[in-house]
């Protein structure tokens, strides 16, 4: 079994930052994929960023130069800088992991962990 933990959520005024981070543990993968979703809402779960094994990134383009995904390998542990908060960033934002590629849709991954509540006020 996987274990994911998400923390780092928060309020904060539009503008401002926050850092998600995200520990897996439990099951061994060779090279994992990890990624960040988001679920504002009413709204379906939504891809943000993606990353490698390799560190790759990949990003949504609704986040892309405000977002920084990262991770260390060592520690099974993926970020999430997050810069230039909108209100539309407004959301539930978990944590993802798979073998192989970082594909963006939610259904192919198949461990989850509990979510993250971020808030930007406007």
């Known amino acids: 079994q996987v274990q994911l933990v998400e923390s780092g959520g928060g309020l904060v005024q539009a503008g401002g930052s926050l850092r998600l981070s995200c520990a897996a543990s439990g099951r061994t993968f060779s090279r994992p994929a990890m990624g960040w979703f988001r679920q504002a809402p009413g709204k379906e779960r939504e891809f943000v960023a993606t990353?490698?094994?390799?560190?790759?990134?990949n990003y949504a383009g609704s986040v892309k130069g405000r977002f920084t995904i990262s991770r260390d390998n060592a520690k099974n542990t993926v970020y999430l800088q997050m810069n230039s908060l909108k209100p539309e960033d407004t959301a539930i934002y978990y944590c993802?992991?798979?073998?192989?590629?970082?594909?963006?849709?939610?259904?192919?991954?198949?461990?989850w962990g509990q979510g993250t509540q971020v808030t930007v006020s406007s």
């Open positions: 993802a992991i798979r073998e192989g590629r970082p594909l963006a849709g939610v259904v192919f991954y198949d461990y």
């Open positions: 990353i490698s094994w390799d560190a790759i990134p």
